[in-house]
């Protein structure tokens, strides 16, 4: 499975992105998708989650009310809508998928994934 992200870009506090994260090259109807982050200097993190159902979606507490995960399976494709971003939202999005959600890791854990995308650069100015 091969994952292009897109749709970062520069936006004033307040303001809203949609993330966009095509998948290629596999059955995308089997795979669990999540968005990780790193800003600069830190470690990268969990966003958000969703199955290949949409049944199981999970968000990092701090995007909660905040932040959308969805997806078309139609289109291959799964959005993550940020609105009412603020500046500690900068960072470098990452979306990245798994055939099926392992007992050995949770959900929010990178090592759940196997298979990764290029990151988008989200901006937020205060």
């Known amino acids: 499975v091969q994952l292009q992200a897109s749709g970062g870009g520069l936006v004033q506090a307040g303001g809203s992105l949609r993330l966009s994260c095509a998948a290629s090259g596999g059955s995308f109807l089997s795979v669990a998708v999540g968005w990780f982050r790193q800003a600069p200097g830190k470690e990268r993190e969990f966003v958000a989650t969703i199955s290949w159902s949409g049944g199981i979606i999970y968000y990092q507490d701090s995007v909660k009310g905040r932040f959308t995960i969805s997806r078309d399976n139609a289109k291959n494709t799964v959005y993550l809508q940020m609105n009412s971003l603020k500046p500690e939202d900068t960072a470098v999005y990452y979306c990245?998928?798994?055939?099926?959600?392992?007992?050995?890791?949770?959900?929010?854990?990178?090592?759940?994934?196997?298979?990764w995308g290029q990151g988008t650069q989200v901006t937020v100015s205060s």
């Open positions: 990245a998928a798994t055939l099926y959600y392992s007992n050995n890791y949770g959900r929010d854990d990178e090592r759940q994934y196997d298979y």
